[in-house]
Every structure is written in C-alpha cells, then in structure tokens.
C-alpha cells in the first residue's frame, strides 16, 4: 500500500514550510543592528497580512470579504500566528536563544499531537512517537552542539511554552476553516497582523528604510512568512495535527545547513549527531502510509 496523494502533498509541503521557516535566523542575522526580534516578529505578520489580503481581494474581486467563515477558526489560527511572534522572541531574550528555542520547538509537537487527538479524534501510534522522539532530541542535541551557553529562566520557559502552544492553535484554527488555503491563509494573517500592530507601530522602524534593511525585511516577509504559511495551511489539511508539526521539524534541519553554508558555524559531534537524529525522524514519519 503506498501513500495516498493527499498524504504525499501534505508531507511536501509542510516539509517545505518548515525549510522555508528555518531561513528565519540567517535572514534576521544579515539585518541591521536596530532591529529588535519584537519588532521584527510583528512586522512579518503585519506586511504579510497587508500583501496576503490585497493579493486575495484583487483575485477574488473582493469576494474573500464575505461568504461563510469560521470566526472560531480564524481568530485561532490568528491569535496563534500573532502569539507565537511575540512569545517566542520574548522567550528567546529572557531565556536565551538556545534554552527558548529548545523549549517552544521541542514541545510544538507533542502539544499539536494531543490537539489533535482531543479535538480531531486523530490516533497517533508508534510510528509517530518514534519520529518526534527522534526529532525532539534531534534538535535538542543540535542545540547543544552549538556555541551558545544554555541558561534557563523560569519565565522565559513559561513564555517559550505558550510558545509552542500558540504555534500548535494556529494547526487548530486552520482546519476549522473551510475556505480555499489561499484565502485562509489570507485572512488570519489580515488578522493576526492587526493584533502584532501595536508592537510594530511601538518599534523603532527607521531601519526598514536602509537597503540591507529593506532586503532583509523583504525575504522574511516572503520567503519566512508568506510561501511557508500557504504551504502549512495548504499541507495541514492533509495529514493528521501531531504528524504535521512533527515534518515541519525540517525547520532547525535547515537553520543548521544554512548556518553552516553561509555563516560559518560549526557544530560537535552531539550536533551532527542531532543532525542525524532529527533527519531520521523526519524521514521516518514522511514514508509513513498511515499519516492522514
């Protein structure tokens, strides 16, 4: 029995959401020195929003703006995407880099695969376990096989798991919503940019207005924000809540290859190792027949 074509898109694309997303932290390294991670964190949702739903209206003569909609849904999906930016950094400058990251990916999973169990009725088995055991140590060994010291901070893990959390409701809310990914994609983001408003406007801008800062800016917007939430809204549909947060661990698989590639970071053998570990456990789940 091979797997289905549903299954197979949805793997693609969450794995490629995922690769799209691990682009993140290089993009963010090449930015000037006055952009703050809470400003930057805001304004991927805020311009994404912006050009996600101009784009739908113009293509659906502004018929996206009305029709039936989950406002459950959204507001899920919303409130999630918005959390996660403003958790997620927040957790990283109180707790570290390595301690946040470890915590808020690392737990995505496990909290995306009991969503969908509570919710969806979705039943995980071995398979699964094995894979995000795999990945979860994977990127915890990957973090401690940087250069980074790990301090732990109780409120900065508290935030990076409301982190994760925010991160897994956004799953939830976009499989309430029964509109084209397009149009869905576009309308959470509209709204999850109005809630990351306020810290955008609060933020120092002046930066955006320099060419690397304009750049930089761009390809987050685009190539971290926009291509990788279409493909997640489009491939989480397909496949069960747990098995999609799982493949999107592609993400610190490709962080790490960018890292190494561009910036010049080396990793140790607990790193590589990592490597291995969370590639194992990617591959493991992506041949999975039974992932829808």
């Not at 969503?115 to 995000?132: S, Y």
């Not at 690397?212 to 489009?234: E, H, K, N, W």
Request: charged share 10%; glycine share 12%; hydrophobic share 55%.
């Amino acid at each position: 029995m091979s797997i289905s074509k549903d299954s197979l898109t949805g793997i693609l694309c969450v794995i490629g959401a995922g690769m799209c997303w691990g682009t993140t932290g290089t993009i963010q390294a090449f930015m000037p020195a006055a952009a703050t991670s809470l400003v930057v964190g805001s304004a991927r949702v805020v311009f994404s929003g912006v050009i996600l739903l101009a784009a739908m209206a113009v293509k659906t003569r502004g018929k996206i703006l009305f029709g039936k909609w989950s406002v459950k849904g959204v507001l899920l999906a919303a409130f999630g995407l918005a959390g996660y930016q403003l958790t997620f950094f927040s957790a990283v400058k109180m707790t570290g880099v390595a301690a946040g990251t470890m915590v808020a990916i690392g737990s995505a999973p496990p909290v995306a695969g009991i969503f969908g169990w509570l919710l969806f009725r979705e039943r995980l088995g071995w398979r699964w376990l094995a894979a995000t055991a795999a990945t979860v140590a994977g990127c915890v060994m990957l973090i401690l096989g940087g250069d980074g010291e790990i301090s732990v901070s109780f409120a900065g893990v508290l935030l990076a798991l409301c982190a994760a959390v925010s991160y897994a409701l956004e799953g939830v809310g976009l499989r309430y919503v029964r509109r084209s990914p397009y149009e869905t994609i576009a309308m959470v983001s509209a709204a999850s940019g109005l809630m990351a408003l306020p810290w955008f406007l609060a933020g120092d801008l002046s930066w955006m207005l320099l060419p690397r800062g304009a750049l930089c800016i761009t390809l987050l917007v685009f190539v971290s924000t926009i291509i990788p939430y279409t493909l997640f809204t489009i491939g989480i549909r397909k496949i069960k809540l747990g098995t999609g947060y799982t493949l999107a661990l592609s993400e610190p698989l490709t962080a790490w290859f960018l890292s190494t590639a561009l910036l010049g970071e080396r990793l140790s053998a607990v790193g590589v190792a990592g490597v291995g570990a969370l590639f194992a456990g990617i591959l493991l789940l992506a041949l999975d027949k039974k992932a829808a």
